[in-house]
Nanobody, 127 residues
């Protein structure tokens, strides 16, 4: 069992920035694929970004490229999501997901590919 915990959410003004963190338990964190998803009120959960186990490949939702940056520090068992130039449409609960078992053709954008999920962290963008 892998425990996933998100942090870093909060209330921020439009144009501001946040860095979300995702920590996961387990001695094999450096083998996990990690993704970020979000769910806005009244909407379905959507893919935001993902990163391979080594950090060598990253993926982003097309509509979010340029403002979101994903990275990881395997020495700290942590994946980060930097969000810049926030706007009210970014208001959502942001979820971190971990894939412990996966193959070379994993679709990082699909939530069913992930094995463990955190409880989410709320991001609210408002003036």
């Amino acid at each position: 069992q892998v425990e996933v915990v998100e942090s870093g959410g909060g209330l921020v003004q439009p144009g501001g920035s946040l860095r979300l963190s995702c920590t996961a338990s387990g001695r094999t964190f450096n083998t996990y694929a990690v993704g970020w998803f979000r769910q806005a009120p009244g909407k379905e959960r959507e893919f935001v970004s993902a990163i391979t186990w080594s950090g060598s490949h990253t993926f982003y939702a097309d509509s979010l490229k340029g403002r979101f940056t994903i990275s990881r520090d395997n020495t700290k068992n942590t994946v980060y999501l930097q969000i810049n130039n926030l706007n009210p449409q970014d208001t959502a609960v942001y979820y971190c997901a971990v894939a412990e078992v996966y193959g070379p053709y994993m679709d990082y954008t699909q939530d069913h590919e992930y094995d463990y999920w955190g409880q989410g962290t709320q991001v609210t963008v408002s003036s």
